[in-house]
């Protein structure tokens, strides 16, 4: 029937996808309804999901890097060496730009926010839409590479 190495292509390409789904919602859903809330509840808003989502998302970026490590360690196939790489590449993103902006807006609130705050999340939000970007194709490489 399966396989350890079916079972291995269908948890990674799962964790991965259900990631992208998750990121592309905070990107095109779930930002754009704070955006819209009046007042401060916005700002609050953001700052809760950068606490809820940045203490889960660390663990998934990194726990797809690893499932795809070694799926591409045990296949040595260049699609899925390929999605290695965009993950890494989206775990080193996270870490450099986006992970500091999360660390101090999950800490704002509307006495002690600073007045840049929106540019702050505004330039985090571009550099998220980046980010799904390099995450949707490494999902992309990985689906591909069942074929």
């Known amino acids: ?6 079972v291995l ?3 990674t390409i799962v964790v991965v996808g259900v990631m992208v789904g998750v990121e592309f919602s905070v990107a095109f859903v779930l930002n754009r309804i704070l955006d819209a809330l009046p007042e401060d509840s916005g700002q609050l808003g ?3 999901g950068g606490r809820m989502l940045g203490a889960v998302m660390p663990v998934w970026y990194v726990g797809s890097l690893v499932l795809t490590g070694i799926w591409a360690a045990a296949d040595r196939a260049g699609l899925v060496a390929a999605a290695g790489a965009l993950l890494l590449l989206s775990v080193v993103m996270s870490v450099l730009l986006l992970v500091p902006i999360n660390n101090r807006n999950k800490t ?4 002690n926010r600073p007045a840049d705050w929106k540019r702050q999340l505004d330039r985090w939000g571009r550099l ?3 980010r799904l970007g390099v995450i949707l194709a490494a999902f992309a490489s990985l689906v591909t590479a069942l074929t």
Do not use: G, L
């Open 9 to 11: 292509e269908i948890v």
């Open 108 to 111: 704002w609130t509307p006495e």
């Open 128 to 130: 998220h839409h980046i």
């Open 46 to 48: 953001h700052a809760h």
């Open 1 to 6: 029937m399966f396989d350890v190495f079916d």
